[in-house]
C-alpha cells in the first residue's frame, strides 16, 4: 500500500511541475516556455491578461528560443516564444509562427568605452576576429572581447544573420541569457557584445550602428538595421484551449499595441 501511495505522489508532484508550460493542462493556465529577449514584452503582457481576468495563471520559462519551440513541439508548452523565424525544418514538424513585435538588436559595449559608433562590415571583422583591437576602430589600446550567445539562441541566429558571421564567430564566451550578456559586458572594459535593445540597461552602452541609433523609429522604419521579430509559436491546425487563446487573441489586439510599445519594442500589427 505504501508503495502504491509513493508511486501516485510521484505521478501528481510530476503533473503539478508539468503544469507551469503544459500544452492544455489546466483551463486556467496560460504556459509560455523560450526566448530569453522577449522576458520584458511577454511578461508585461502576461501580468496585464492575469490582472484582467480573475483566477487565470500565465507561466513564463526563459530557456531560450530553440528550447520554447521544441517545448510547443512536444506539447509541453501552449505558446511558444522565438526571437528569430522559425526555419524550414521547425514548419515541416507542424508549427507555425505569428510576429508580435520587432526587436532591435542592440550592440553594446562598457560605457568607459569611448567608441560610439561602429558599422556592420566593422562589427563583422570584430566578431570573425580580424579586428581584434579597440584602437583600430577609435578606441583604447586594448584587446576586443566579443561575448555572444550560446548555439540556441534566436538573438545570436539574428545578429549573425545579419552581420553575415554565421558559424565563424570568434566568442571569447557564450553565454545562455541576454542579462548573462549585459553583466559580463558591463564588468569588461573590453568586452563587446549582443543584447535585444528591450533589455539593454545603463550598465552597457549601446553603440550606433551605421550612424543610426537602436530606438522604435528606426526599427519601425528599417533604418537600424540589426533587428529581427518576436515571434509566438504554435502548433498548426491544432486549436489552442480556451485561455491560451484568449491570451493570443489578447496579445495580437489593439489593446496590447501599448503594453508592446512600452516594452520597448515594435507592435506587428
Same mark, same amino acid.
Request: glycine share 10%; net charge negative; aromatic share 6%.
Given at each position: 500500500?505504501? !508503495?502504491?501511495? +509513493?508511486?501516485?505522489?510521484?505521478? /501528481? ?16 493556465? *496560460? ?5 530569453? %529577449?522577449? =522576458? !520584458? ?8 491578461? =492575469? &490582472?484582467?481576468? %480573475?483566477? *487565470? ?16 513541439? @512536444? ?31 542592440? *550592440?553594446?559595449?562598457?560605457? +568607459? ?11 563583422? $571583422?570584430?566578431? !570573425?576576429? =580580424?579586428?581584434?583591437?579597440? !584602437?583600430? /576602430? ?11 550567445? @550560446? ?8 545578429? =549573425? &544573420? ?7 564567430? $570568434?566568442y571569447r564566451q557564450e553565454l545562455s541569457s541576454t542579462g548573462d550578456v549585459i553583466t559580463t559586458v558591463a564588468n569588461n572594459p573590453n568586452a563587446i ?7 539593454? $540597461?545603463? +550598465? ?17 522604419d528599417g533604418s537600424y538595421k540589426i533587428q529581427r521579430p518576436f515571434v509566438l509559436v504554435t502548433k498548426d491546425n491544432t486549436a489552442l484551449s480556451e ?9 495580437? %489586439? @489593439?489593446?496590447? $499595441?501599448?503594453?508592446?510599445?512600452k516594452a520597448g519594442v515594435v507592435p506587428a500589427n
Amino acid at each position: 500500500m505504501k !508503495k502504491i501511495i +509513493s508511486i501516485l505522489t510521484v505521478v /501528481v508532484v510530476f503533473a503539478c511541475v508539468l503544469a507551469g508550460c503544459s500544452a492544455n493542462g489546466n483551463e486556467k493556465t *496560460v504556459g509560455t516556455d523560450g526566448s530569453t %529577449s522577449m =522576458e !520584458k514584452v511577454i511578461g508585461a503582457l502576461g501580468e496585464a491578461y =492575469e &490582472s484582467d481576468n %480573475s483566477g *487565470v495563471t500565465f507561466t513564463y520559462n526563459p530557456t531560450g528560443s530553440g528550447t520554447g519551440i521544441t517545448a510547443v513541439a @512536444e506539447g509541453r508548452c501552449d505558446i511558444g516564444l522565438s526571437s528569430r523565424k522559425l526555419k524550414d525544418e521547425e514548419t515541416a514538424k507542424g508549427l507555425k509562427e505569428t510576429v508580435l513585435a520587432y526587436d532591435g538588436i542592440a *550592440v553594446i559595449i562598457n560605457p +568607459s568605452n569611448p567608441v560610439a559608433d561602429i558599422d556592420i562590415e566593422t562589427i563583422a $571583422k570584430i566578431y !570573425k576576429g =580580424e579586428i581584434t583591437n579597440w !584602437k583600430d /576602430v577609435g578606441g583604447n589600446d586594448g584587446e576586443i572581447v566579443p561575448i555572444g550567445r @550560446e548555439a540556441n539562441s534566436g538573438t545570436r541566429d539574428g545578429f =549573425e &544573420s545579419i552581420t553575415g558571421t554565421e558559424d565563424i564567430c $570568434k566568442y571569447r564566451q557564450e553565454l545562455s541569457s541576454t542579462g548573462d550578456v549585459i553583466t559580463t559586458v558591463a564588468n569588461n572594459p573590453n568586452a563587446i557584445g549582443y543584447a535585444s535593445v528591450a533589455t539593454v $540597461k545603463d +550598465s552597457v552602452k549601446a553603440v550606433t550602428v551605421n550612424g543610426i541609433a537602436p530606438t522604435e523609429e528606426t526599427i519601425k522604419d528599417g533604418s537600424y538595421k540589426i533587428q529581427r521579430p518576436f515571434v509566438l509559436v504554435t502548433k498548426d491546425n491544432t486549436a489552442l484551449s480556451e485561455t491560451p487563446q484568449k491570451f493570443y487573441d489578447f496579445c495580437l %489586439s @489593439e489593446e496590447a $499595441k501599448g503594453i508592446i510599445t512600452k516594452a520597448g519594442v515594435v507592435p506587428a500589427n
